[in-house]
């Protein structure tokens, strides 16, 4: 039963454009949501996280938004890059359970071309 | 060191042998996670440390597999008479629990396993 969804295996988008990477959960007891890139041969890389009590998050070029109420969060890449391209997970953690492993999606490879 | 170690990169085993995989923590980190990505699927929590101990290894997938750490530092997954579905690469992570965006989770780069 996969508890962390990401339903996109890839997404193609210029550079420039606006990429949104979707994740859908099903676990009401999450309550902190993260964002990893990994590119090939390396391991997942932080990008940006979100709490449960807030609905948007915001680091540059990366926006995080979350919608409790459909168990459903995205992240927002504006503008795109080249070096944007790489797979992103969906993580999310219960941890005013005090439990701070993370569960993860199977990833989107984003590939933003010039 | 700066960050998390994992040797081998690469390991290339026979059906049936035993491997150990090495995980070196960032100095100081008490959690130490291990993960796998088989192809085509997301990151699969394996086995959880706090300090030296194990509180959650609820994701090992058999008792092929067993992990240890010691000394709050490095910790050895061990996975015994492989099988070719234990092809993945193994991940492994460390924490220091001291808040923050990422939770203080930092990746190693990974072991690829292949067993023929």
């Known amino acids: 039963d996969q508890q962390v969804k990401q339903n996109s295996p890839s997404l193609s988008v210029q550079e420039g454009r606006i990429s949104i990477l979707n994740c859908d959960y099903t676990?009401?007891?999450?309550?902190?949501f993260l964002w990893y890139k990994k590119y090939p041969a390396e391991g997942p890389t932080f990008l940006i996280s979100?709490?449960?009590?807030?609905d948007k998050n915001e680091d540059g070029r990366f926006t995080v938004f979350l919608n409790k109420s459909a168990k459903h969060l995205s992240l927002h890449i504006v503008p795109s890059q080249p070096g944007d391209s790489a797979v992103y997970f969906c993580?999310?953690?219960?941890?005013?359970?005090?439990?701070?492993?993370?569960?993860f999606g199977k990833g989107t490879m984003l590939l933003v071309s010039p | 060191g700066a960050g998390v170690s994992q040797s081998p990169s690469n390991k290339v085993t026979e059906k049936g042998k035993d491997v150990e995989l090495r995980c070196d923590p960032i100095s100081g980190h008490t959690a130490l996670y291990w993960y796998r990505q088989r192809l085509g699927q997301g990151l699969e929590f394996l086995i959880y440390?706090?300090?030296?101990?194990?509180?959650?290894k609820s994701g090992l997938p058999s008792d092929r597999f067993s992990a240890e750490r010691t000394g709050e530092s490095v910790s050895t997954l061990t996975i015994q008479r492989t099988q070719q579905e234990d092809s993945a690469v193994y991940l492994c992570?460390?924490?220091?629990?001291?808040?923050?965006?990422?939770?203080?989770?930092?990746f190693g780069s990974g072991t690829r396993l292949t067993v023929v």
């Open positions: 993580a999310a953690s219960a941890l005013l359970s005090g439990y701070s492993t993370l569960t």
């Open positions: 979100i709490s449960s009590i807030k």
């Open positions: 676990n009401s007891m999450f309550d902190y």
């Open positions: 440390f706090q300090g030296n101990s194990a509180p959650d």
């Open positions: 992570a460390s924490s220091s629990h001291a808040g923050g965006g990422s939770l203080g989770y930092t």
